[in-house]
């Protein structure tokens, strides 16, 4: 079956400690995308990446980090230096409006919730 | 910037009935997508209804259906006939349809709940 897949679903980080979210999809989707969402902000934007090797800060990078070496996996990192990192994350992939964006939606994993202790 | 607007953080409809929400958005684009996204209690997210902006006609998807008014940008969302698996939070959504710009923003969500 085709889709997204995050893991894990449910994580707890110690404060001071750096932790890799992970984000795979066999869609064959160009673009990929990490979005946090706590109560009442909606999903803000943190990485996104439209190929493979690169990769462009949304609104709330700060405390985040990426990579895209492969075009199926986009994996994101919490940092120490990240605030406020208990949240819910959503990553997501989508085909490219320009080259055979049928439609142009995103499609989403299921979510890791984050909760450092 | 690309913004999204949902300005009714909560809304109730009793089933059956019918039931709009609201969004507005501001780009200075003329070609773009706008998403309805609906997640219920399991997080998942889910695709409603998506408009391509140079399409006139106003999308449907059952008994989902959008009024979209590309010179006022507003895009709401009407749901007829509501059931109570349709009580969950929904997120309108925009995209441009230029690659270089190609992110996804989101509005903050609007919960609805169905009364039986």
């Known amino acids: 079956d085709g889709g997204i897949t995050q893991s894990p679903k449910y994580l707890f980080r110690k404060e001071g400690q750096n932790v890799t979210l992970s984000c795979e999809q066999n869609?064959?989707?160009?673009?990929m995308y990490w979005y946090r969402q706590d109560p009442g902000q909606g999903l803000r934007l943190i990485y996104y990446?439209?190929?493979?090797?690169?990769?462009q800060k949304g609104d709330i990078a700060e405390g985040y980090s990426v990579s895209r070496e492969k075009k199926e996996s986009f994996p994101l990192t919490v940092t120490s230096a990240q605030k406020n990192p208990t949240a819910f994350y959503l990553c997501?992939?989508?085909?490219?409006?320009?080259?055979?964006?049928?439609?142009?939606?995103?499609?989403f994993g299921q979510g890791t919730r984050l909760t450092v202790v | 910037a690309q913004t999204v607007t949902q300005s009714q953080p909560e809304m109730s409809v009793q089933e059956a009935e019918t039931v709009t929400l609201s969004c507005t958005y501001d780009?200075?684009?003329?070609?773009?997508?706008l998403f309805w996204y609906k997640q219920p209690p399991s997080r998942q997210m889910i695709l409603v209804i998506r408009?391509?902006?140079?399409?006139?006609q106003n999308a449907t998807e059952n008994r989902f259906s959008v009024n979209f008014q590309k010179a006022a940008k507003s895009f709401s969302l009407k749901i007829s006939d509501s059931q109570l698996g349709d009580a969950a939070m929904y997120f309108c959504?925009?995209?441009?349809?230029?690659?270089?710009?190609?992110?996804?923003?989101f509005g903050k969500g609007i919960t609805l709940s169905v009364r039986p």
């Open positions: 997501a992939s989508s085909s490219n409006p320009r080259t055979g964006g049928v439609g142009a939606e995103a499609f």
């Open positions: 869609l064959n989707h160009d673009a």
């Open positions: 990446s439209q190929i493979v090797n690169d990769f």
């Open positions: 780009t200075s684009e003329s070609d773009y997508y």
């Open positions: 408009q391509e902006a140079y399409k006139q």
């Open positions: 959504a925009y995209r441009s349809e230029t690659g270089a710009n190609s992110k996804l923003t």
